[in-house]
């Protein structure tokens, strides 16, 4: 049987909504309880447990993977329950700054408060700034970083992986108004698992240069959406025939279908659109009309682990001529999302499709090192890292330093490192230019990176300042580094090997 009849052919083990795949495993956070998580420990047939739906007859030999099964069940546990609590400090969080702003300062907030003139701020309007636009507020590309610096695709892609936390009309005037480039669209897309919009980005044109370079930008994981990052911490996989296990969730946000998987097309909805079918549809139409362009994908978090499961899928399609226009994937602060097999598979496709992947990592940002990768557990990451320190100098890596975040021998220099970044926020202002100067949102990520240092790391600010702060020699060595034949790219796969 081939792979595309495995994944359309019914299991007589799973249920309707599993059946392109026989072997996954799914976590149910909502349906666990103290006793099962006593019984997962230290029974080794797993399926038996009513939070974790996999093939009948699975089991479990190693104690130390069904413990990590245990940590990230409670670890969603615990978002979940904080939930709703998390969404209302983000509402007030974003609602303030913009209160103030939108009233045209503090002192004018007052006046207009005494004289009954008031204005509440729009949340679809050009001016709202998400919380993490709060964070970094920088909208304008570096003007220091023309078109022949090796920095400028890199710098170009960590601003469209910001800006795409943004609403519509923020976007459009952030593209068209600061950086002179053409708006494309703005999507959001539907999940068929979660049903609702829960993937949403947009694409732009960039003319400015000697060719037409098309880019698509996913949004990423909401600093107050527990659920995004629920599915950070989730070990929940689906396994691809001929692909490799893949996270359910990213999987679920680009557009799995139920009960088909992967199919080459579907039964277009307009009112329910799909991430990876609505962009490889627009991506197709444009380069038809341009035959010389290219085109980009980016994103940040969430949103840089769909920028890396995209070109997969379109391997998987075998969309051969799509994938020859690919000029490179760019993501920042990317989780894993995938195992061994998933990591071969996809360096067999930059080699052959001679595509560039540049995964950065800054410093001791959590989500990079999440799922936890060790010899017990299926998720790694795969090709080179382009790791900086909070200097920001960079260098490559098999692998980010502290793989797994939790260390003991990590924990104090960690710490260290985080009150050294809140030193530092008061001071690259003097260093660096305006350009530099931090937000009062950005400085109490700060604060709480003296509490849980890794957290304010996996911010967009860093990732910006890396990508203007690195030197052009750096960005330029890593190219001629990881091109071999003319390109081609060839990522190391050490780091993809078992502990």
């Not at 069904?66 to 509402?91: C, E, N, T, Y």
């Not at 080179?384 to 797994?404: A, D, I, R, T």
């Not at 530099?436 to 109490?444: D, I, P, Q, V």
């Not at 300042?465 to 030197?471: A, D, H, V």
Request: one cysteine or more; a negative charge; charged letters at 20%.
């Amino acid at each position: 049987m081939d792979t595309d009849q495995l994944l359309t052919t019914t299991s007589t083990k799973t249920t309707c909504d599993k059946s392109f795949c026989e072997d996954y495993m799914l976590l149910s956070p909502k349906d666990v309880g103290f006793l099962g998580l006593t019984k997962l420990l230290f029974s080794k047939n797993i399926e038996k447990r009513a939070f974790i739906d996999c093939p009948d007859g699975t089991v479990e030999e190693s104690f130390s993977r069904r413990f990590v099964i245990s940590v990230s069940l409670v670890a969603q546990m615990v978002l979940h329950l904080v939930d709703k609590p998390l969404g209302w400090i983000g509402s007030v969080v974003e609602f303030m700054p913009n209160f103030t702003d939108v009233n045209g300062g503090f002192f004018k907030l007052l006046l207009n408060l005494v004289t009954g003139k008031l204005k509440l701020p729009n949340s679809e309007s050009s001016e709202f700034l998400s919380a993490i636009g709060l964070w970094d507020i920088r909208r304008d590309l570096d003007s220091k970083i023309k078109h022949d610096d090796p920095r400028y695709t890199s710098a170009l892609a960590i601003m469209a992986a910001k800006s795409a936390y943004e609403n519509e009309a923020y976007i459009r005037e952030t593209v068209e108004k600061h950086w002179k480039m053409e708006f494309l669209e703005f999507f959001s897309c539907w999940n068929d698992y979660e049903e609702d919009f829960t993937t949403q980005g947009f694409m732009w044109s960039d003319k400015t240069g000697d060719t037409e370079l098309i880019g698509v930008s996913f949004r990423g994981t909401s600093p107050f959406n527990a659920k995004d990052w629920s599915s950070d911490v989730d070990l929940s996989w689906y396994h691809l025939p001929g692909i490799g296990q893949v996270h359910a969730g990213f999987l679920k946000a680009l557009g799995l279908q139920k009960s088909h998987g992967w199919p080459h097309d579907i039964q277009t909805d307009e009112q329910k659109t799909y991430a990876y079918y609505l962009i490889r549809q627009k991506l197709k139409d444009r380069l038809e009309a341009n035959p010389n362009a290219k085109f980009l994908v980016t994103g940040h978090s969430l949103g840089a682990a769909l920028a890396i499961v995209f070109p997969a899928v379109l391997a998987y399609h075998k969309e051969t001529d799509l994938l020859s226009k690919l000029e490179g994937v760019y993501t920042f602060g990317q989780p894993r999302v995938g195992d061994r097999k998933f990591g071969e598979y996809m360096t067999q496709v930059l080699v052959t499709h001679r595509l560039r992947y540049h995964r950065f990592v800054y410093c001791n940002d959590l989500v990079p090192r999440v799922p936890f990768d060790n010899s017990d557990i299926f998720f790694k990451h795969f090709g080179n890292c382009h790791y900086f320190n909070s200097f920001y100098k960079g260098q490559v890596l098999p692998e980010e330093p502290n793989k797994n975040y939790f260390s003991i021998f990590a924990l104090i220099p960690m710490f260290g490192n985080a009150v050294w970044e809140l030193i530092r926020s008061f001071i690259m202002y003097y260093q660096n230019g305006a350009d530099y100067r931090e937000t009062f949102t950005c400085r109490g990520w700060r604060v709480i990176g003296l509490l849980i240092a890794g957290v304010p790391a996996h911010g967009p600010q860093d990732y910006v300042n890396l990508t203007r702060l690195g030197t052009p020699e750096l960005f330029k060595s890593w190219s001629l580094d990881q091109s071999t034949n003319n390109g081609v790219v060839a990522p190391t796969v050490d780091n993809m090997k078992s502990d």
